[in-house]
């Protein structure tokens, strides 16, 4: 079964960086994009970036453009969001997506929280 495994999170400072995994497997991996979601509390779920499957092509939310770096290594099943230059609006928890064969599935999240 498609199972979704994010890892990385944690507190870190304003302007800091973190580094969120996303270990996938029961699925071929290397012919879907996969996508890196979050929600704040009281906050509806929102898009932050997507890769496309062979890693090429990326798209990222207009407010965290130019700081966080999706990626993925195929030949490890793995997708990854480098965070830099972290806000504390940035605080949430992140989720990794896969829409395989017309179902989204979801990792458990990882928390990510930005804060002096």
């Known amino acids: 079964q498609v199972q979704l495994v994010e890892s990385g999170g944690g507190l870190v400072q304003p302007g800091g960086s973190l580094r969120l995994s996303c270990a996938a497997s029961?699925?071929?991996?290397?012919?879907?994009?996969m996508k890196w979601y979050r929600q704040a509390p009281g906050k509806e779920r929102e898009l932050v970036a997507t890769?496309?499957?062979?890693?090429?092509?990326?798209s990222y939310a207009t407010s965290v453009k130019g700081r966080f770096a999706i990626s993925r290594d195929n030949t490890k099943n793995t997708m990854y969001l480098q965070m830099n230059s972290l806000k504390p609006e940035d605080t949430a928890v992140y989720y990794c997506n896969a829409r395989v064969v017309g179902v989204d599935y979801w990792g458990q999240g990882t928390q990510v929280s930005v804060s002096s």
């Open positions: 890769i496309n499957s062979p890693g090429r092509s990326t």
């Open positions: 029961g699925f071929a991996f290397n012919m879907y994009a």
